[in-house]
Every structure is written in C-alpha cells, then in structure tokens.
C-alpha cells in the first residue's frame, strides 16, 4: 500500500514538473505583436487653368475631359469641381521699393479696380506692401472699403525683400481655406531679402498658393536690366499653375488684372488620393491632360507643378 501511495505521488510530482516547463517564465518577455504599417493618403488638390489657341479660358469641361498623373502614373479623380463657386483668398503684394516710385500711384489705383471687380462676400483678399520690410497692411477681408484703405496707405521704401514677401504671403496664405492665390506687382527685383528663391518657392507649393506676376517695366529698355528677378518670378508664376504679364501702361495692367479675373472664374479643381508611392523623392510632380473635346489638342492646361509630401519648419 505503502509502495502505491509512493508511486502516485512520484507521478503526480512528474506531471506538475512536466506542466511548469510548458509554461514560459513569468521574467522572459513574450512575442512582440506584429508592427502595423500606417499610410497617411491625402488628398492633393489640384486647381487647373485651360486655355485655347488664342489664350482664353475655357469653361465648361467635364471630369472625364482630364487626365492626371503623379510621377507618370495616372490616378483616379475623386473631386470634381468648377472653381467658380468656391472661397476665394488673394494675397496681393505691391512693390514699394524706391524703383517704383513714380508708377506705384497707378499700380494702387489698377489694384483698386481689380479687388472691385474680382472681390465677392466669401472672398478674402489681404494687401502687403513691401521695400525693404514687408508689411501685410489689412488681414484678409472681403470689406472693399478696408481693402482701398489698405492699398492707400502702403508706402514707399528704399530696398526690395521680393523672395521675403513670397514667404510671407505663402505663409498666410496656408492658413486659408479654398482656393489661394498671389499676385504680385513689381519690377522684379530683389535686393535684401533674408529667404532664397528656393525657399520662396517652397513657402508658396506648400500653400498650395496659383502665382500671378505683373512685372511693371518698360520693355524697350529691356537690354540694360537686371533681369534675374523678372526670370525668377517668370519660373514661379508657371510652377505655381499662375501666369506672368509685363505692363508699361495703365492700359496693360488693367488688361493683366482683367485676364487674371476671367480666369479665376473658369478653374477647376482636381483632386486626388495617390495611388501609391512611385519614388522616394520628397517631390511629386503632377501632369494634367485635356482629352475628348475635338480642338482639345490646341488645349494648355496650367497648374502647379507637383507637392511636398512633408511641410517644413516654420
């Protein structure tokens, strides 16, 4: 009996002992769960400008006239709409360096005349003014009574900070919602801006911001001008979707200011979720194509030249 008993717990001692070593130690860490990959897809917008042979705007297209790739691979549209009806924020910027002296008179009164004619209640247009300083002379308001006000009151500097007021223009105009455009008038200098081109640039594809330049000088004396401003505003304002103009008279900047009018009342927005990553780079560009209509060959389609996946510090 004695013997029996011995056994049955000999036996019992060995399945406890079997059992704890199945058990992982309460000190030695478990499988660590698998990582999960996360993908922030946004949506990129994309505000186009068609134009015809002649330059004109051309209204009335529709989501199937557009092709758009990213980096070479098409993509799907998910939004569609004609820009006509959405809130409008300008940040309009006025050189008031010395150079400018004796045309800025004109200048504020053609600026006058645009934001009249241009300016709805959900619009928002915000003046600055800028020399040596750039100083941002009303918030963005749709009060045409301020807006004058504003244009009035700029005044002039010494030097011209050109790339310091794209900056600061893009920036406040990354806060806005809707559609988001600058226009510049100036001769196209700059002489003591504190940012680069490059970062001026940069400032304005992340707002997101279409770039119009109305470079005021007389073109006959073209052959004695510093002329690496006006090229520099020339490559923004057509990687930015917008468009450049040169006027030596009153009559061409209300003409400039006019086309710009007509065509902010003719975009359309095209949006997107990428499809997928197609390169590292921190750049993705963009390319949009007309199709379907019969004279659709002789189409221009503007926009901006791609996006930033990553915003920089600021």
């Given at each position: 009996m004695r013997k029996s008993v011995t056994f049955i717990i000999f036996f019992v001692l060995l399945l406890a002992s079997a059992?704890?070593?199945?058990?992982?130690?309460?000190?030695?860490?478990?499988?660590?769960?698998?990582?999960?990959?996360?993908?922030?897809?946004?949506?990129?917008?994309?505000?186009?400008?068609?134009?015809?042979?002649?330059?004109?705007?051309?209204?009335?297209?529709?989501?199937?006239?557009?092709?758009?790739?990213?980096?070479?691979?098409?993509?799907?549209?998910?939004?569609?709409?004609?820009?006509?009806?959405?809130?409008?924020?300008?940040?309009?910027?006025?050189d008031t360096s010395l150079s400018t002296r004796h045309d800025l008179p004109l200048e504020q009164a053609s600026a006058k005349r645009f934001a009249h004619a241009i300016?709805?209640?959900?619009?928002?247009?915000?003046?600055?003014?800028?020399?040596?300083?750039?100083?941002?002379?009303?918030?963005?308001?749709?009060?045409?009574?301020?807006?004058?006000?504003?244009?009035?009151?700029?005044?002039?500097?010494?030097?011209?900070?050109?790339?310091?007021?794209?900056?600061?223009?893009?920036?406040?105009?990354?806060?806005r919602q809707g559609r988001k455009v600058m226009v510049l008038i100036t001769d196209g200098g700059d002489t003591v801006s504190r940012v680069d081109y490059k970062e001026a640039e940069r400032a304005a594809e992340e707002a997101e911001a279409i770039v119009y330049s109305i470079i005021v000088v007389p073109i006959p004396n073209s052959a004695g001008r510093e002329t690496g401003g006006e090229h520099a505003l020339i490559q923004l304002s057509e990687d930015m979707g917008g468009k450049y103009y040169y006027a030596n008279s009153v009559a061409e900047l209300d003409d400039a200011f006019r086309q710009i009018s007509d065509e902010l009342r003719?975009?359309?927005?095209?949006?997107?979720?990428?499809?997928?990553?197609?390169?590292?780079?921190?750049?993705?560009?963009?390319?949009?194509?007309?199709?379907?209509?019969?004279?659709?060959?002789s189409y221009h389609a503007r926009h901006r030249a791609g996006y930033y996946t990553g915003k920089s510090e600021f």
């Open positions: 059992h704890a070593q199945q058990q992982p130690s309460q000190t030695q860490p478990a499988n660590p769960p698998e990582e999960t990959l996360k993908v922030d897809v946004k949506l990129v917008n994309v505000y186009v400008t068609v134009t015809d042979a002649h330059g004109a705007p051309v209204a009335g297209l529709k989501k199937d006239n557009f092709v758009i790739q990213e980096d070479g691979k098409e993509q799907t549209i998910s939004v569609f709409d004609k820009e006509s009806a959405v809130p409008l924020s300008i940040a309009l910027a006025i300016m709805r209640p959900v619009d928002g247009l915000s003046v600055f003014g800028f020399s040596e300083n750039v100083i941002q002379a009303t918030g963005y308001t749709a009060d045409l009574r301020r807006i004058d006000e504003g244009i009035d009151h700029i005044r002039l500097g010494a030097a011209t900070a050109l790339y310091d007021a794209v900056y600061l223009a893009s920036r406040s105009l990354d806060r003719t975009q359309y927005l095209l949006a997107y979720y990428p499809s997928e990553r197609t390169s590292m780079s921190e750049f993705r560009r963009i390319r949009v194509q007309v199709v379907g209509p019969q004279d659709a060959s």
